[in-house]
Every structure is written in C-alpha cells, then in structure tokens.
Nanobody, 121 residues
Framework: QVQLAESGGGLVQSGGSLRLSCAASGRTSQIYSMAWFRQFPGKEREFVARVKLSDDITVYEDSVKGRFTISGDDARKTTDLQMNSLTPDDTAVYYC??????????????WGQGTQVTVSS
C-alpha cells in the first residue's frame, strides 16, 4: 500500500502564493506519476496538474497554466505544486494523487487526505 501525505495549504490573499507538498510512503517503488486535483464545494474533484517522474513531463489544466508549477522527485516520490497569482476561484480542497504500476496494463491509484486552500479577496 501507498500513503500520501500533503502539506502546505492555508489562507492567502488574492494575488499571493502557496506551495503544496506531497510525499509518498509505503510501497512506493512502482509510482511513476504524481498529480494534484482539487475539489470545489459541491463539485466533483477535477484535475489540476500532473508530472511524470522519470522525465519531468508535465500537464496542466488550462486555468492554471502560467500560474501553477508542478515538480516531482522520482527518487523520493514527492511532488510539489507552486501556486502563484492565486485568486478566490482557486479556493478548494487540493488532493495529491499517485499512479503506480501494478503489472501489465494495470495501475493503482492513490489519494492523499486533502489540504484546504483558501484565497481571500
């Protein structure tokens, strides 16, 4: 099993920055991709950004491009999300996600417990 521990959420003013961190523990050797999702009140969880750990290839949701930067460390199985130019529309619970290879064409998905990010206007 894999456990994900997030940190770095909190309250920030509009235009400010926050950095979220996530560390995997347990059986982490097969983790090859890590990501961040967020969930707005009353909405489904949605994708924010992903990093492929072996080559640092990243993918972003359109609304965060140019403001958020995801990074990953393959050796330590960690990921960070640097969030700049935050607006109240970024207020959400942010979840760390890890994808692990479980055999041919099989993947296991793991989630952190979530960390609240609140941006005041």
């Amino acid at each position: 099993q894999v456990q994900l521990a997030e940190s770095g959420g909190g309250l920030v003013q509009s235009g400010g920055s926050l950095r979220l961190s996530c560390a995997a523990s347990g059986r982490t050797s097969q983790i090859y991709s890590m990501a961040w999702f967020r969930q707005f009140p009353g909405k489904e969880r949605e994708f924010v950004a992903r990093v492929k750990l072996s080559d640092d290839i990243t993918v972003y949701e359109d609304s965060v491009k140019g403001r958020f930067t995801i990074s990953g460390d393959d050796a330590r199985k960690t990921t960070d999300l640097q969030m700049n130019s935050l607006t109240p529309d970024d207020t959400a619970v942010y979840y760390c996600n890890a994808v692990s290879s479980a055999g041919a064409d099989q993947r296991d998905y793991y989630w952190g417990q979530g960390t609240q990010v609140t941006v005041s206007s």
